[in-house]
């Protein structure tokens, strides 16, 4: 009656983050706000792909 796992298994993490005060930061500078989102972003892609995983959905 137990059920039984079939196939590969993985290992998933899922990381989210925030911007203190985004709305504000948008209102004063939209152009360097998103250069900073960008170049965060570009940070944590290189160091998940360094460890084998992926950026989904950004």
Request: hydrophobic share 40%; net charge positive; charged share 25%.
């Amino acid at each position: 009656m137990g059920s039984e796992l079939t196939g590969r298994r993985k290992l998933a993490a899922i990381m989210m983050a925030d911007v203190v005060e985004y709305g504000r930061h948008m209102g004063e500078d939209e152009s360097a706000t998103i250069g900073t989102l960008k170049a965060h972003r570009a940070v944590f892609s290189s160091h998940i792909q360094q460890r084998n995983g992926r950026v989904v959905g950004w």
